[in-house]
């Protein structure tokens, strides 16, 4: 197994040090969405691997989510907010469109004054906030760098739209990322990579609120402040957008799917996980997943898996894990490091 020479001939890497998540406890079932629109549970489950989703409740926002996420993950790398260098937030449901969220939770964290920003690449967005991190630390800039994912998608669901409503959850998940020598420890990340094609903006998209489409009443009534799909465009796109990332990924490492112990696959459907999973000849094993009791939960959906399974024992440091994302854009990222 060789790392590959980009990664090997810097003086800095970029390891995880701590990782936590958070999960409302509110839950929405399929059962509840049965009496919301025309479906059932066995259609959900079938299509989707989904069972239930957790919900934000209206007191809270996404920055309290990311918050709780943030400290479990400051906790496990033994940091207070005041060792942080820098705070990257992926989301596509912000406190508010102006100031970032990350400004937000810098203050709720109660850190000093550091840079502060957020990433909106949908469900890439943590990856390719690892991925900028990984980059800041390489560069021998910070320390210790906190990237969140979080979400608070049901706010920005429209419940009249049966093929979308029954994916999106809400959620958040941490990680720090810390700098070491590159001869200190054998944890480290090994090859990046984060592309988008803006080809595709119109197949998952929420049209109005913004300079194109500002909020009129009847935007609003059309309900194109919500999220719009088209679910089979999606689903196409998503498998080649992810069997492609993999390969690249793989690629600049100089790793082979067999080098590879786990694959933490961003959890939008089952279905693309499993479609992914037979192109690339990936054993179901190694692919875990949380879907059936999250849904997808866009950037926070891989850091959530990553600490749900570093939780239960199955992820284990000095593994090769390779994690992989999709998303509106489209947009799509992997990131391969040794844990
Ligand atoms: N319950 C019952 N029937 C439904 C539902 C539902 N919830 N939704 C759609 N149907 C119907 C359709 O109306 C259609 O009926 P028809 O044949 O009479 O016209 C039939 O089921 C089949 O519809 P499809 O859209 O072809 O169903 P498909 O198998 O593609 O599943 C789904 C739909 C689940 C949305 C799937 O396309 C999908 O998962 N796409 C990817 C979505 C995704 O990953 N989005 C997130 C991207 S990540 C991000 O950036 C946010």
Request: hydrophobic letters at 40%.
């Amino acid at each position: 197994m060789n790392l590959s020479s980009e990664i090997a001939r810097t003086a800095f890497q970029a390891r995880i040090s701590g990782v936590g998540s958070y999960l409302p406890t509110i839950t929405l079932t399929n059962s509840d969405l049965e009496r919301m629109v025309d479906t059932s549970n066995e259609w959900i489950l079938e299509r989707t691997g989904i069972q239930k989703r957790h919900v934000c409740p209206s007191s809270e926002t996404t920055s309290d989510l990311a918050l709780r996420a943030a400290q479990a993950a400051l906790s496990k790398a033994q940091l207070s907010p005041q060792d942080l260098d820098a705070i990257i937030v992926a989301t596509v449901t912000p406190d508010q469109p102006l100031p970032s969220t990350a400004c937000f939770l810098q203050a709720k964290l109660g850190c000093r004054q550091i840079m502060a920003f957020d990433v909106v690449a949908a469900c890439s967005g943590f990856l390719y906030s690892m991925n900028i991190a990984h980059d800041f630390i390489r560069a021998g800039t910070y320390r210790h760098i906190l990237v969140v994912g979080a979400e608070t998608l049901t706010r920005m669901v429209n419940y009249q739209d049966r093929q979308s409503c029954i994916l999106f959850g809400d959620g958040a998940g941490a990680v720090v990322i810390s700098k070491t020598q590159s001869s200190e420890s054998s944890s480290c990340i090994m090859s990046s990579q984060s592309v988008s094609s803006g080809a595709f903006t119109d197949i998952l998209q929420v049209s109005a609120g913004a300079s194109r489409f500002p909020v009129t009443i009847e935007r609003l009534e059309a309900r194109q402040n919500l999220i719009e799909m088209q679910g089979r465009e999606v689903f196409k796109s998503a498998v080649q957008f992810l069997r492609d990332t993999c390969l690249e990924a793989l690629n600049k490492a100089g790793l082979t799917v067999e080098d590879v112990d786990w694959f933490l696959i961003h959890q939008a459907n089952l279905r693309i996980i499993e479609a992914v999973a037979k192109q690339l000849k990936i054993p179901i094993e190694k692919i875990p997943s949380n879907i059936r009791e999250v849904g997808n939960t866009s950037s926070a959906s891989i850091p959530i898996l990553m600490s749900e399974k570093i939780e239960d024992g199955t992820l284990q440091r000095g593994q090769v894990i390779l994690m992989a994302a999709f998303g509106a854009g489209l947009t799509s990222a992997a990131t391969i490091l040794r844990y």
